[in-house]
């Protein structure tokens, strides 16, 4: 084997090295308890609801901020706190997003963010669980559940920091917070689903 070809050998196996290093550990038993905040570049809520009754219409939410606070021995002590900037609203429509964000609808400039805030995690054994708490939207408060599962957690390759994801999952009436505009020709069910990435600070 020449030396040229010996080289690229090991330059392949090296950077096969590095990805599978770079994979996510799956086993929710071994997430670092800690202290975590929002990485805002990498969590997403996306909303869909019924639109006229032809397609499940979505849109999302970035920017967004907060903490997470994991206990792996206990995990009902565990705690989240997420917010999101309403005006970060997006879709595919630039009409509708701006629509979204006036007073008809979200009015952002009235209600600049909507908060949820855990008051109960009750794990399900299987790296889920179901997280109560007080969801803000549009200046009202009411109690959401979000069923969540572990995606994955691990160092990140790209900055070094110790990350957690999750997917969870919960569905608001929009009414009930105010914001009616075409209901019920445009769904009231809007399901919430958050993709939340989360690095260690402690």
């Keep these: 084997m020449s030396k040229r070809i010996f080289a690229c050998s090991l330059a392949v196996i090296g950077m096969a090295t590095s990805l599978g290093m770079a994979l996510a550990d799956s086993a929710p038993q071994h997430v670092q308890s800690g202290t975590y905040k929002v990485e805002p570049g990498h969590t997403q809520v996306v909303f869909s609801l019924l639109h006229f009754g032809f397609t499940n219409y979505s849109g999302l939410f970035s920017g967004a901020s907060g903490s997470l606070t994991l206990d792996s021995a206990h995990p009902a002590a565990s705690k989240l706190t997420i917010s999101v900037p309403v005006s970060s609203v997006q879709t595919t429509s630039d009409r509708l997003t701006e629509e979204l964000k006036g007073a008809d609808w979200l009015d952002a400039g009235k209600y600049p963010t909507a908060t949820f ?76 689903t958050l993709a939340g990435a989360f690095e260690k600070q402690n």
């Design 117 to 192: 805030v855990s008051t109960q995690v009750i794990p399900d054994g299987k790296g889920g669980a179901s997280i109560t708490g007080n969801f803000t939207l549009h200046g009202v408060t009411r109690p959401l559940t979000l069923q969540a599962h572990y995606v994955g957690s691990g160092v990140n390759p790209m900055d070094k920091a110790y990350t957690v994801g999750f997917q969870a999952t919960g569905v608001i009436k929009r009414s009930e917070f105010g914001v009616k505009t075409y209901v019920p020709m445009v769904g009231d069910d809007v399901t919430l």
